[in-house]
């Protein structure tokens, strides 16, 4: 039986790369991407790695930083970047018959079934990639998909190895995991990694070796696995199918503290319009609707609230109409006077194949507007997300987030195009 080969290609800095695209100027610039609302730092270019910038670190923690540096900062344009992806990925699936995409910016690919040189293969792949889409990518290929995460942590951090290292027919793998930190094996979590190493644990050679009891009873049988895929024995395989999701949560916070009824239901309304919009788009209908509102935990000045809510509707429905009104009437009976609002959202449950729901004895004609719905979604697609809105949140909200430093979708809109 032949050994399994995987390959996985990790988009670098994803954020920052689309960005670069359309504005190469900024190429050998320390440049970050921020999360919703402006808040943490999500994305790095090795540039702004150098000086010291943390994943994760609230935008004011390293503003001193930013200003000496001359860091260029962009809001998060998930638009664009989710089309981006979508390019990559389409690129990535078109060279190999096997292909689990992983997340927006990576994805794992089976190479054991094509007669082809690995490491050729990852140099024209790369290549490619970064011809037609402009986004660099790293290629870690190893005989389990744990150990293809190390070999591409090790692409990315050693430059003399241009994006691609093969760990197949290595003679000296545990060099490599002796220099992989346990944080960085795939399915050790920092609270994880943290208590591995105060037992010694500090790398992945020192893992590996571990007994198998000791490794089930300190991380469970999926602990385990990984354990076994740093032997080079494969255990985790390739995931071609998605799972259908079983719920679909839109929440955000607030651009400012909000303290009326009308503005809350406003940003519900779209939050409700926007997770109904995309569960409609993978052919789902939502059984219950639940909404939750809070104040900030952090605001130790202020009185803190939370409260959620939920209603099980009486059939399963994808019809934006008749979620917004069921979230609207939850944000009533959950809103109080006299508190400063932070955050709500907005979780669709019970999800199930639209196809699969059964008309009742009384109630025949439940998804009558489901043509309606289709004509919204074919307008919002072509002219832009928010093209048509709800009556009740067309005015501009007080809700709105912070994203002072948002570029145009310069591949979904045609009025946006880059101009040459």
């Known amino acids: 039986m032949r050994e399994k080969v995987f390959a996985l290609i990790d988009c670098n800095a994803f954020y920052v790369s689309c960005e670069r695209v359309f504005n190469p100027k900024l190429n050998n610039r320390p440049v970050v991407a921020l999360s919703n609302n402006d808040g943490c730092i999500i994305s790095r270019s090795k540039e702004a790695k150098a000086l010291g910038i943390k994943m994760g670190v609230p935008l004011f923690k390293v503003k001193d930083i930013v200003e000496k540096e001359k860091v260029v900062v962009f809001s998060s344009n998930y638009t664009l970047y989710a089309d981006m992806s979508r390019r990559v990925m389409n690129i990535i699936s078109s060279s190999s018959p096997y292909t689990e995409i992983y997340?927006?910016?990576?994805?794992?690919?089976?190479?054991?079934?094509?007669?082809?040189?690995?490491?050729s293969y990852a140099h024209q792949l790369r290549q490619t990639i970064l011809q037609h889409t402009g986004i660099p990518v790293s290629i870690g290929i190893a005989s389990?998909?744990?150990?293809?995460?190390?070999?591409?942590?090790?692409?990315?951090?050693?430059?003399?190895?241009?994006?691609?290292?093969?760990?197949?027919?290595?003679?000296?793998?545990?060099?490599?995991?002796?220099?992989?930190?346990?944080?960085?094996?795939?399915?050790?979590?920092?609270?994880?990694?943290?208590?591995?190493?105060?037992h010694g644990i500090h790398n992945?050679?020192?893992?590996?070796?571990?007994?198998?009891?000791?490794?089930?009873?300190?991380?469970?049988v999926n602990g385990l696995?990984?354990?076994?895929?740093?032997?080079?024995?494969?255990?985790?395989?390739?995931?071609?199918?998605?799972?259908?999701?079983?719920?679909?949560?839109?929440?955000?916070?607030?651009?400012?503290?909000?303290?009326?009824?009308?503005?809350?239901?406003?940003?519900?309304?779209?939050?409700?319009?926007?997770?109904?919009?995309?569960?409609?788009?993978?052919?789902?209908?939502?059984?219950c609707v639940s909404v939750f509102v809070r104040t900030n935990p952090f605001d130790k000045k202020s009185a803190y609230y939370s409260n959620g809510a939920s209603r099980t509707l009486s059939h399963p429905t994808h019809d934006s109409i008749t979620i917004i009104e069921t979230a609207l009437l939850l944000t009533k009976r959950i809103f109080k006077n006299n508190y400063q609002y932070k955050k709500a959202g907005v979780l669709l449950s019970g999800l199930c194949d639209d196809s699969e729901i059964q008309e009742t004895?009384?109630?025949?004609?439940?998804?009558?507007?489901?043509?309606?719905?289709?004509?919204?979604?074919?307008?919002?697609?072509?002219?832009?997300?928010?093209?048509l809105q709800m009556a009740s949140e067309c005015k501009v909200g007080n809700?709105?987030?912070?994203?002072?430093?948002?570029?145009?979708?310069?591949?979904?809109?045609?009025?946006?195009?880059?101009?040459?």
């Open 144 to 198: 389990t998909k744990t150990l293809a995460k190390v070999a591409n942590h090790k692409a990315k951090k050693d430059d003399s190895l241009n994006g691609v290292c093969s760990l197949v027919n290595y003679n000296n793998i545990d060099r490599i995991l002796e220099l992989t930190e346990v944080g960085d094996v795939w399915g050790v979590g920092r609270r994880l990694s943290k208590k591995l190493i105060n």
């Open 204 to 220: 992945a050679k020192l893992l590996k070796n571990c007994s198998d009891s000791w490794i089930r009873k300190m991380m469970s």
């Open 225 to 287: 696995k990984t354990i076994t895929e740093l032997r080079g024995i494969s255990c985790i395989p390739l995931e071609e199918y998605s799972m259908t999701r079983k719920s679909c949560c839109t929440t955000r916070s607030f651009g400012k503290l909000l303290t009326n009824l009308e503005d809350i239901e406003q940003a519900v309304t779209t939050f409700a319009r926007r997770a109904a919009e995309r569960i409609r788009s993978e052919s789902l209908a939502a059984s």
């Open 103 to 119: 997340s927006i910016d990576e994805a794992f690919v089976e190479l054991s079934s094509l007669p082809i040189d690995y490491e």
């Open 361 to 387: 004895l009384f109630e025949k004609n439940y998804n009558q507007n489901s043509d309606l719905m289709s004509a919204i979604d074919a307008i919002n697609y072509r002219y832009g997300r928010d093209t």
């Open 399 to 420: 809700w709105k987030q912070k994203r002072e430093n948002c570029t145009r979708n310069y591949t979904t809109q045609i009025d946006r195009l880059l101009l040459v």
